[in-house]
C-alpha cells in the first residue's frame, strides 16, 4: 500500500526558532519528493522540490536520504508567516497520477 | 497567467441534486488532476487525465465523473450527492514530460462543498 507519513505534530515554536519535519514513504521505487505549504483553508503551494544532493532555498534547506527512505525539511529563523501545514508529497514513477500526499504537519510559530 | 481556476468557491448542495465543477488552466499542462480533502486528512485523487479524451480513475472515483475535452477543462460532476461527498476540492495540473522527472503540480483555490 502507497503511504507517506509525517511527523504528527502540531509543533509551536517561538519565533526565531529552527524547527525540523520528517516524512518517510514505503515506496523504494519512488522518484519524485515535493514539499508544499497549505495555509488554513487554502489551496497547497509549492514550497521546494527535494533533490538527491539536497538543495536550500533561503531559510529552508531539504534532504533526501533515499537508503532510508525519509525526506526532511529545516527551517531556520522562524517567521510568524511560516506558520501553515506541511505537506510532503512522493510521485512514485513518472507518470502524472502516482503523486502520493502525506497527512501534513502543522506548524504555529509564536511572537 | 491565472494558472488553475476553479469555481465556484463555494456551494451547499441537497442530498440527491448534482452538479459540474470547473476546472480551467492557461498554462498548457498536459495533466490535470482532481483531489478532494476531508478535514485534517491528506489529499486523495479521485480522477486524473494525461491529455484531452483520455481521463482515468484515483484512488477515490465512486461517485464522481470526469471528462477532457480540450486542454484547459477538466470538468468533475457528481451526479447523486451524498453527505459524504462534503469536502474541499482541489484541481490541480502540472506537465509531464517522457523521461524526465515529474514537475510539481500547481493548484486551483478549491472548491468548499457541503451537501446536505
Known amino acids: 500500500r502507497k503511504e507517506v507519513e509525517q511527523d504528527p505534530g502540531p509543533f509551536n515554536v517561538p519565533e526565531g526558532a529552527t524547527v525540523a519535519f520528517n516524512c518517510t514513504y514505503s515506496?523504494?521505487?519512488?522518484?519524485?519528493f515535493f514539499w508544499y505549504r497549505q495555509d488554513c483553508r487554502k489551496e497547497p503551494k509549492l514550497l521546494m522540490s527535494?533533490?538527491?544532493s539536497g538543495n536550500e532555498d533561503g531559510r529552508f534547506t531539504a534532504q533526501l536520504n533515499r537508503a532510508s527512505q525519509y525526506i526532511s525539511l529545516l527551517i531556520r529563523d522562524s517567521k510568524l508567516s511560516d506558520s501553515a501545514t506541511y505537506l510532503c508529497v512522493v510521485n512514485e514513477d513518472n507518470y502524472g497520477q502516482n503523486f502520493v500526499f502525506g497527512p501534513g504537519t502543522r506548524l504555529s510559530v509564536l511572537p | 497567467n491565472a494558472g488553475v481556476t476553479q469555481t465556484p468557491k463555494f456551494r451547499i448542495l441537497k442530498i440527491g441534486q448534482s452538479m459540474t465543477l470547473q476546472c480551467t488552466q492557461d498554462?498548457?499542462?498536459?495533466?490535470m488532476y482532481w483531489y478532494r480533502q476531508d478535514p485534517g486528512m491528506g489529499l486523495k485523487l479521485i480522477y486524473y487525465s494525461v491529455g484531452a479524451g483520455i481521463t482515468d480513475k484515483g484512488e477515490v472515483p465512486n461517485g464522481y465523473n470526469v471528462s477532457r475535452s480540450t486542454t484547459e477543462d477538466f470538468p468533475l460532476r457528481l451526479e447523486l450527492a451524498a453527505p459524504s461527498q462534503t469536502s474541499v476540492y482541489f484541481c490541480?495540473?502540472?506537465?509531464?514530460?517522457?523521461?524526465?522527472?515529474?514537475?510539481?503540480?500547481?493548484f486551483g483555490d478549491g472548491t468548499r462543498l457541503s451537501i446536505l
Open positions: 490541480a495540473s502540472n506537465v509531464i514530460l517522457t523521461g524526465e522527472g515529474n514537475q510539481p503540480q500547481h
Open positions: 527535494v533533490y538527491s
Open positions: 515506496n523504494s521505487a519512488s522518484q519524485s
Open positions: 498554462m498548457n499542462h498536459n495533466y
